[in-house]
T-cell receptor, first 115, second 113 residues
């Protein structure tokens, strides 16, 4: 069965510091998809990135970057030069090809960026 | 392009009552999924509908049900509400049966008293 673990429950940083969020997943499927979402206090889950299991190319988008390593089943997310607006809960999620669009979420990491 | 729209945004119900939540997916999206989020259990999958058929179901009691209409709009219903059903209910949509981006609505905050 699929499982997603986010070991860090809360991270507190000062503005402009970098912050890295860890995500480890388990799946038996060879085709799967990994996601990161941001949840501000309003509740909506804001999509950040999707990666499929055949694409290990790391990506940078503005201040965000992602490191996908199949060998260690990890999909880590880094915010560079954090800002107060980055304060939110971040969720890593996994969907398996065989399970359609069913997402399995990690427990989330709360990021608090202090000015 | 409008996002995923959920109604109502906030509601308060009494134990034993039933509730219906509505979700309008992004135009052109045929897959709609529902999730329950609580502080204790986190984000849990309820069910997914694709082209009016339930494709997948999470581990929830039969009091939780859903359906999808021909225009892809979806509703979920919870009967005989319990205090533990108090949660944020999130709807998500996607334009493929798997593997594409999944977008979420703002959610419906349900409080059972």
């Amino acid at each position: 069965a699929q499982k997603v673990t986010q070991a860090q429950t809360e991270i507190s940083v000062v503005e402009k510091e970098d912050v890295t969020l860890d995500c480890v997943y388990e799946t038996r499927d060879t085709t799967y998809y990994l996601f990161w979402y941001k949840q501000p206090p309003s509740g909506e889950l804001v999509f950040l990135i999707r990666r499929n299991s055949f694409d290990e190319q790391n990506e940078i988008s503005g201040r965000y970057s992602w490191n996908f390593q199949k060998s260690t089943s990890s999909f880590n997310f880094t915010i560079t030069a954090s800002q107060v607006v980055d304060s939110a809960v971040y969720f890593c999620a996994l969907s398996e090809e065989a399970a359609g669009n069913k997402l399995t979420f990690g427990g989330g990491t709360r990021v608090l960026v202090k000015p | 392009k409008a996002g995923v729209t959920q109604t109502p945004r906030y509601l308060i119900k009494t134990r034993g009552q039933q509730v219906t939540l509505s979700c309008s997916p992004i135009s052109g999206h045929r897959s709609v999924s529902w999730y329950q989020q609580t502080p204790g259990q986190g984000l849990q999958f309820l069910f997914e509908y694709f082209s009016e058929t339930q494709r997948n179901k999470g581990n929830f009691p039969g009091r939780f049900s859903g359906r999808q209409f021909s225009n892809s709009r979806s509703e979920m219903n919870v009967s005989t509400l319990e205090l533990g059903d108090s949660a944020l209910y999130l709807c998500a949509s996607s334009n493929r049966s798997s593997g594409n981006t999944i977008y979420f609505g703002e959610g419906s905050w349900l409080t059972v008293v």
